[in-house]
């Protein structure tokens, strides 16, 4: 037998250091194992647990059904308890406006479902994941089964709404005692008595008939209660006039409503309702001449998987059927009008987001931008009208407006609320359906509404009537201007960028196009031809040029000049009573990095799918994005401030105005988790800061004009005068310029670059605008192999002559009158205008390519008429 070689003490030390080394080594990647079991263990639990949502409640009307009125000395407002609708007298004139489409709930024209919504003051449509809509309006989900409340609080009333497919509920005992229902017996006649019990079905569990018997485990499952004593249980399939007489019985026999939710808490069958239930309080209020309408977003509740997308406050207040005569006008361009009836039914309803789009939500494809910078509507009926001017929450509502004959007999224009918008969320090949996501909670905000009142038909006595609200909301910024003389805005092309080969290497460097001391030149000429009201707006003179970097930091361009350069030019201007306005990019960041302080993942926006929000151009052929051109990124909410203080602070320094080339333009939420800025609090950002600047005495230049930032900007440039002119849009009227003009200088988009200069100056002497130009100073063949193709047209040698006719002419016949107040606007024919100032001025207008001869009024064709 063999002996094994005994194991020597060093041998042993050494394997067990080797076991103990070898222990060591793994506890650390045992340590990550345990943890990462621990988070997976965690996780699934966590998703596991789905926390339990408090039901929503249905409300009751328990009014005496008496009308609900409000009324003051130019108003009488009188709510109908019965369908929560109402109507609004003009005392002035005797008009009477209603909620809803008058005999709408018989419209022939329409379905079931159009018919409920002609009838109702409010729609809520909520969504899913898969981004299917359901809308449910007042009337059908909410006033037919009378789950809404109706509380009057001193001066205004407030309508709660419960909107879902509820039955409506009666207070009868769905489970009640033996001993209970005897004694509430007792006290009915013995035909009531017997009446009432038929309606129920005695359980004693001890003693079940044999078909109970064998549904025995469901019957306590059911009813808990039964295991303790007999019970009598409501029978089902009652029809509500059956519990309505019931209900009337036990309240005469003293059944309470406490009694009767402590019933309810005996029932178990009654199983959730999984159709969404919502809740929306509505609340009006008398101010003044004008109807005040708001719901609190706190007001709004429902289940969290079904998320309230839109709103629709009032969709058809106002609106007209094929028996009326009148027409709605819409935010577009200036304003335009759709004619009631105008039998336009192929065309697709007039939609248009205010404010333009919101930048941080994501979009696949652009076929067209809509924008509408007015926050106002209306209707007129020719004898009267009114305007729905959109305040608190106005940055998210959209303008829809359609005719008969579509889907129903009546002419509506309304404002949809998109008050938790979403995003459609890419699962790449995880998931078969799209999927979209959702802005998580509501802001602590309100939706407001202000209706307007006017004794009269027209859309001049409509604007009149704006123009009013506008002074009175504004005072001290929208006030009257001393204008002399035409006010024009010229844009000066500083520089942009262009790649040039440095040894061989492709690299982008500013192309000057007018330098600071051509610019200077360029004033001088301009005033030396006789323009005395000028404004210059100087873009691309910093940071690259005109597709400016990052405003972290900012630095003039070596290219055209040094900054002893731009700051002669701006005492040249001072000396010479030029407005010289430096413009700046703050919402979005171009072509910057780490060196030019911009860090993507920090100061760049949130899309809602919580990725950058980087954005592209879009092509005009397959609307898809350009991603073969740079990306840009949408600037974090906090960010956009502290660029435009960066750019008003670095303005000041040369003594000029700023010009904002997005703020009062763009507008866009943040939807950064950390700091959610939604884009009504983005607006109110903006406006601070925009007043701000205007207290410090610093002139303003922004473009467009949206109407939050209208009041505060000295000139505004840019402003689509007529929109888009959509073919369901009868004609276009200038209620915007006749709502401002006297108060804020505006001008139309440049002359010689907008691609037809006839119609631009037509235009402008239509709406009452200044005149625009875009000029440099460097041959346009300099811009070629670049993407400034929109810059060709601005060579100031190739146009300086026609610039000074046109001013000439314009100036002399029209510049007395930009101090002056529009006084009246008529469209004559389908290509003859005519505009009326304060004193008596007319500014014929014909678009048309023939004379147009009316009396001693000759206007030649393609031309201008002024008649003092």
Not at 334 to 363: C, P
Not at 413 to 426: F, G, H, M, Q
Not at 831 to 860: L, Q
Request: proline share 3%; with cysteine.
């Amino acid at each position: 037998m063999s002996r094994l070689n005994p194991i020597s003490e060093e041998r042993k030390r050494e394997i067990k250091n080797a076991v103990i080394k070898e222990l060591k080594s793994l506890i650390f990647p045992t340590i990550v194992l345990l943890l990462i079991a621990g988070v997976v263990f965690f996780v699934m639990t966590y998703q596991k647990i789905k926390v339990e949502e408090e039901p929503i409640q249905p409300e009751a009307y328990d009014g005496d059904g008496k009308e609900v009125v409000l009324e003051n000395d130019s108003l009488k407002f009188v709510l109908d308890p019965a369908t929560t609708n109402f109507t609004v007298t003009v005392k002035s004139s005797g008009k009477v406006w209603s909620s809803y489409a008058v005999g709408g709930i018989d419209d022939s024209a329409a379905i079931n479902e159009e018919k409920n919504k002609l009838n109702s003051s409010f729609i809520l449509t909520y969504g899913t994941d898969a981004g299917l809509d359901t809308s449910y309006d007042s009337y059908y989900f909410s006033s037919l089964n009378q789950i809404f409340n109706i509380v009057t609080e001193g001066d205004s009333v407030r309508v709660d709404y419960s909107l879902g497919k509820v039955a409506k509920e009666f207070v009868i005992p769905p489970v009640i005692s033996v001993e209970r229902l005897t004694e509430l017996t007792s006290t009915m006649s013995v035909t009531d008595s017997e009446n009432v019990k038929q309606f129920y079905k005695k359980y004693d569990i001890n003693n079940l008939s044999k078909k109970d018997a064998k549904n025995k485990d469901e019957l306590i499952a059911n009813y808990p209660i039964l295991e303790t004593q007999p019970m009598y249980i409501l029978r089902d399939g009652l029809k509500d006039t059956a519990k309505k007489s019931l209900e009337k019985q036990f309240e005469a026999a003293g059944y309470t409503y406490e009694e009767y939710l402590a019933d309810k808490e005996l029932n178990m069958k009654e199983a959730s309702n999984d159709n969404p239930v919502f809740k929306a309080s509505v609340i009006y209020k008398l101010d003044g001449d004008d109807l005040l309408v708001e719901v609190p977003m706190s007001s709004l509740e429902g289940k969290e998987e079904y998320p309230i997308y839109t709103i629709n406050i009032l969709p058809y207040f106002g609106s007209g059927s094929t028996s009326d005569e009148g027409y709605m006008l819409v935010p577009e361009g200036g304003g335009s009008i759709i004619n009631f009836n105008n039998g336009r039914t192929s065309q697709s309803v007039y939609y248009a987001n205010l404010y333009g789009w919101d930048m941080a939500l994501e979009r696949e494809a652009v076929v067209h931008n809509t924008l509408a910078s007015m926050n106002v509507y209306g209707i007129s009926d020719y004898k009267d009208s009114f305007i729905c001017i959109l305040e608190d929450g106005s940055s998210y509502a959209s303008i829809q407006a359609d005719i008969s004959g579509k889907t129903s007999s009546y002419n509506y224009v309304t404002a949809v609320y998109s008050i938790k918008p979403r995003e459609k969320y890419d699962l790449g090949s995880a998931a078969n359906t799209d999927m979209y996501v959702y802005l998580p909670e509501l802001p602590d905000e309100s939706i407001v509404k202000r209706y307007s009142f006017i004794d009269s038909g027209s859309y001049v006595d409509m604007a009149k009537d704006y123009r009013s609200y506008l002074i009175d909301k504004y005072p001290g910024y929208f006030t009257e201007n001393d204008d002399a003389s035409t006010p024009v805005a010229v844009e000066v092309v500083g520089a942009v960028d262009k790649v040039k080969q440095i040894m061989g290497i492709p690299v982008s460097r500013p192309l000057a196009l007018t330098t600071y001391d051509e610019a200077s030149e360029l004033i001088t000429e301009l005033t030396d031809g006789g323009i005395d009201n000028l404004s210059v707006k100087y873009t691309g003179w910093c940071n690259g040029g005109v597709r400016q970097k990052y405003l972290k930091h900012i630095h003039t361009i070596g290219a055209l000049g040094s900054k002893r350069d731009l700051k002669d030019l701006s005492a040249l201007a001072a000396n010479l009573g030029v407005d010289l306005y430096l413009d700046g990019i703050t919402e979005y960041e171009f072509e910057s990095n780490i060196f030019h302080g911009f860090f993507s993942y920090r100061d760049a926006a949130k899309f809602l799918s919580r990725k950058r929000a980087e954005l592209y151009e879009y092509s005009a052929v397959t609307y898809s994005a350009r991603e073969g051109l740079d990306s840009y990124f949408l600037l974090h909410g906090d960010t956009i401030i502290k660029m435009a203080e960066n750019l008003v602070e670095e303005t000041k320094d040369y003594n000029t105005g700023v010009s904002f080339q997005d703020i009062g333009h763009d507008l866009s939420s943040d939807f950064y988790r950390k700091d959610y800025t939604s884009r009504d609090e983005a607006m109110n950002m903006q406006v601070d800061l925009l007043k701000r600047v205007k207290d410090s005495g610093q002139k303003i230049m922004i473009n467009d004009g949206n109407a939050y930032a209208l009041p505060y900007a000295d000139m505004i440039t840019n402003m689509d005068l007529r929109g888009s002119e959509y073919t369901i849009i009868d004609y276009c009227v200038p209620f915007y310029q006749i709502a401002v003009h006297g108060y804020v200088d505006y001008t139309g988009f440049p002359i010689n670059t907008c691609g037809n200069e006839e119609e631009a100056v037509l235009y402008a002497a239509e709406y009452g605008a200044g005149l625009s130009f875009s000029l440099m100073k460097e041959s346009p063949f300099t811009l070629q192999k670049t993407l400034y193709t929109e810059y060709y047209a601005s060579d100031y040698s190739a146009w300086s002559d026609e610039l000074f006719a046109i001013y000439q002419r314009y100036d002399s016949e029209l510049g007395h009158t930009f101090n002056q107040t529009i006084e009246d606007h008529r469209i004559i024919t389908d290509d003859v205008s005519v505009t009326t100032y304060e004193d008596g001025t007319k500014v014929y207008v014909n678009y048309g390519f023939g004379e147009y001869s009316d009396g001693g009024v000759k206007v030649p064709a393609r031309d201008y008429l002024v008649v003092r």
